[in-house]
């Protein structure tokens, strides 16, 4: 009965017989592709806007076209190829390191054999998960403040000289990738402890029986294992390597034009446009530049992994 | 898991596994405790008096000499203005999360449905949209000018209600459910719905608990639909609220600067970090009702399949 039914599965049906089949299935896929109709796919309509005078009466699609000038006016501002290079060159570090940090504590997590300690380490991992990156400004700011920040406390009962952060631009890239790992990495090392779990037992235990050791069972086994867990998580970063986390960049930085070329990611530049200078075509034109880098990129790279190894590709 | 405790009951513990577990102790211990080091000072700061901040900066410890509860004293002064933002949050937080865990699991079982050969369509139909976006500008043209975002309440429920992300996860925990299940209950006339409602749900209890966990994080700790869209001062959510206050404080801070005015009458410092606590409290007590069900919830699969 069972085997019937599966080979009935592969046919390919004709369109209105899925419909009068899955219609119930259909309908409950309504909400959301509503939903992303409205919220994803009008938006991309709406990139008409990158090549237009935005006018209040007109709207989104009725105002005059303008051509490339909203490029152009972009060009002259002359912040791209640096607030490009920055997002670029952050999401980098948060994908390598990220990586790192929680594959690492996935495995020596799901290594230790004390029952409790593993809960209550865990627990302390993912507290700053839970915070918003309101909260975590606050936190950085108690604690790099200049003249009462515990950092400073510290290090001047150490001897040594105050550190001025806020005036410090080239300090913020270590101080950046250090939060965004601080906030991270408990909920990335339980996607890896989801995928250990996972993991069919009796292959460790004919390993044990072999005489393998215990690095030898994470060389060889767990970390190879955990490779399309990491593919997957690595490809959607990749994404999203021209989108900087916003929450991040605008909470702890605020409104420093002196740290801008340290800290300013394309979010940032477009949010500034859009809010500030409610320079609308010229944010449109930025926010398509990013769109196109973020596709263009994914596609590559989803490409390559599927050549190689096609389990591993996302789509 | 059933290897460490097969190996902590057998007494014999060897000596690699024994050298994995001291590196992992030590490593582990100092980043959690990395992790939960700036809650602590941020604690302790809140309750400590401002003229002892002045003074000798943030404290480390507690010196319960110098320990006030004025902070909290002052910030719950004039309530109204907290009780209002923990209400919008609260409630933004309540229906949001449902809709946003019913729309991810329905979505989820449908494309986990072997059966259903229009699945990889659907399934790209939506993961496309965080391949591609319009992005911010006709997003909150769209939200601001047709959908007539301003100032209302839907502002902060729709743009968390839906994520991909989320439905992706529940697909790939829901492909674990054997599709059996499903089969038999259509053979005896159940609907889809019917099915999803009463067989696949229940049996979905650690995907309910997180995607239930991140949804509420997400409302919960909304500032940016807030700041976009909210200009009422009665609609502000906490988080937003948290940070007009860091704001206004630093801007005091700056003119106090300049024109040498003393601040020390309010204790801007001890209240910042005491609302900090305020915006940040009942969130994190949610935990331990959910890390039960975590890590068995946390599936995480491809797109196609």
């Known amino acids: 009965m069972k085997k019937n039914k599966q080979t009935e599965i592969q046919v390919k049906q004709p369109f209105a017989k899925v419909i009068r089949r899955h219609w119930?299935?259909?309908?409950?896929?309504?909400?959301?592709?509503?939903?992303?109709?409205?919220?994803?796919?009008?938006?991309?309509?709406?990139?008409?806007?990158?090549?237009?005078?935005?006018?209040?009466?007109?709207?989104?699609?009725?105002?005059?076209?303008?051509?490339?000038?909203?490029?152009?006016?972009?060009?002259?501002?002359?912040?791209?190829?640096?607030?490009?290079?920055?997002?670029?060159?952050?999401?980098?570090?948060?994908?390598?390191?990220?990586?790192?940090?929680?594959?690492g504590s996935a495995i020596l997590l799901n290594e230790i054999i004390f029952k409790r300690f593993k809960k209550v380490a865990q627990s302390f991992m993912f507290l700053p998960y839970f915070i918003s990156w309101v909260v975590a400004g606050a936190i950085m700011y108690n604690m790099f403040n200049y003249e009462k920040g515990i950092v400073n406390t510290v290090v001047t009962a150490l001897g040594g000289g105050r550190i001025d952060l806020y005036n410090t631009p080239h300090l913020w890239p270590f101080v950046l990738i250090f939060l965004k790992l601080w906030k991270q990495t408990?909920?990335?090392?339980?996607?890896?402890?989801?995928?250990?779990?996972?993991?069919?037992?009796?292959?460790?235990?004919?390993?044990?029986?072999?005489?393998?050791?215990?690095?030898?069972?994470?060389?060889?086994?767990?970390?190879?294992?955990?490779?399309?867990?990491?593919?997957?998580?690595?490809l959607l970063a990749i994404g999203n390597i021209f989108r900087g986390d916003f929450g991040l960049f605008y909470q702890t930085v605020k409104s420093s034009a002196l740290l801008q070329p340290a800290t300013d990611v394309i979010d940032t530049y477009v949010f500034r446009l859009l809010i500030d200078s409610s320079d609308y075509g010229v944010s449109a034109a930025a926010g398509l530049y990013q769109s196109v880098l973020c596709f263009i990129t994914i596609t590559v790279c989803n490409g390559i992994v599927k050549k190689i190894q096609p389990d591993y590709s996302l789509y | 898991m059933s290897k460490t405790a097969a190996a902590a009951e057998s007494h014999h513990v060897s000596r690699d596994l024994k050298n994995v577990n001291i590196l992992g102790i030590i490593l582990i211990s100092i980043f959690a405790l990395i992790c939960v080091l700036p809650f602590y000072l941020i604690i302790i700061a809140s309750f400590t008096s401002e003229t002892f901040m002045i003074r000798n900066g943030y404290p480390l410890w507690l010196d319960l000499k110098n320990a006030t509860l004025e902070a909290y004293k002052l910030c719950l002064k004039n309530p109204g203005a907290i009780l209002r933002a923990y209400a919008v949050t609260g409630s933004a937080t309540a229906v949001g999360t449902a809709l946003a865990v019913f729309m991810a699991t329905m979505t989820g079982?449908?494309?986990?449905?072997?059966?259903?050969?229009?699945?990889?369509?659907?399934?790209?139909?939506?993961?496309?949209?965080?391949?591609?976006?319009?992005?911010?500008?006709?997003?909150?043209?769209?939200?601001?000018?047709?959908?007539?975002?301003?100032?209302?309440?839907?502002?902060?429920?729709?743009?968390?209600?839906?994520?991909?992300?989320?439905?992706?996860?529940?697909?790939?925990?829901?492909?674990?459910?054997?599709?059996?299940?499903?089969?038999?209950?259509?053979?005896?006339?159940?609907?889809?719905?019917?099915?999803?409602?009463?067989?696949?749900?229940?049996?979905?209890?650690?995907?309910?608990?997180?995607?239930?966990?991140?949804?509420?994080?997400?409302?919960?700790?909304?500032?940016?639909?807030?700041?976009?869209?909210?200009?009422?001062?009665?609609?502000?959510?906490?988080?937003?609220?948290?940070?007009?206050?860091?704001?206004?404080?630093?801007?005091?801070?700056?003119?106090?600067?300049?024109?040498?005015?003393?601040?020390?009458?309010?204790p801007l410092e001890s209240m910042q970090m005491a609302m900090t606590v305020i915006a940040t409290g009942p969130i994190v007590l949610l935990y331990p009702f959910v890390q039960r069900y975590f890590v068995k919830g946390l599936t995480i699969g491809a797109v196609k399949g």
């Open chain 2, 109 to 266: 079982y449908v494309l986990s449905r072997k059966d259903f050969q229009w699945r990889n369509g659907f399934s790209f139909f939506f993961f496309f949209t965080t391949l591609f976006n319009g992005g911010l500008v006709p997003w909150y043209l769209l939200c601001v000018r047709y959908l007539h975002f301003k100032n209302s309440f839907l502002a902060l429920i729709l743009p968390l209600m839906f994520s991909v992300w989320n439905m992706i996860i529940a697909k790939s925990f829901m492909a674990g459910i054997p599709q059996s299940i499903s089969e038999s209950a259509m053979i005896d006339g159940a609907n889809d719905m019917r099915i999803f409602l009463s067989l696949i749900l229940p049996l979905s209890k650690p995907l309910i608990a997180t995607l239930g966990l991140f949804s509420a994080l997400a409302y919960w700790n909304d500032w940016y639909n807030c700041m976009l869209f909210i200009s009422n001062d009665s609609m502000f959510t906490l988080q937003y609220y948290l940070q007009r206050m860091l704001g206004s404080a630093e801007a005091m801070r700056i003119v106090a600067e300049k024109s040498g005015m003393a601040l020390t009458s309010i």
């Open chain 1, 186 to 234: 408990g909920y990335g090392s339980v996607v890896y402890l989801a995928a250990i779990t996972g993991l069919d037992q009796e292959m460790f235990e004919a390993a044990s029986i072999d005489g393998a050791s215990e690095w030898q069972k994470i060389r060889y086994l767990t970390i190879p294992s955990l490779v399309p867990t990491m593919m997957i998580m690595v």
């Open chain 1, 24 to 103: 119930m299935l259909l309908l409950m896929l309504l909400p959301a592709v509503i939903y992303v109709l409205v919220f994803s796919y009008m938006p991309m309509t709406g990139i008409v806007m990158a090549f237009k005078r935005y006018q209040r009466s007109g709207g989104i699609y009725f105002s005059p076209w303008n051509g490339l000038n909203n490029f152009k006016a972009l060009m002259i501002q002359g912040k791209l190829g640096m607030v490009t290079r920055n997002t670029l060159l952050y999401n980098i570090a948060f994908i390598f390191l990220g990586v790192v940090f929680e594959m």
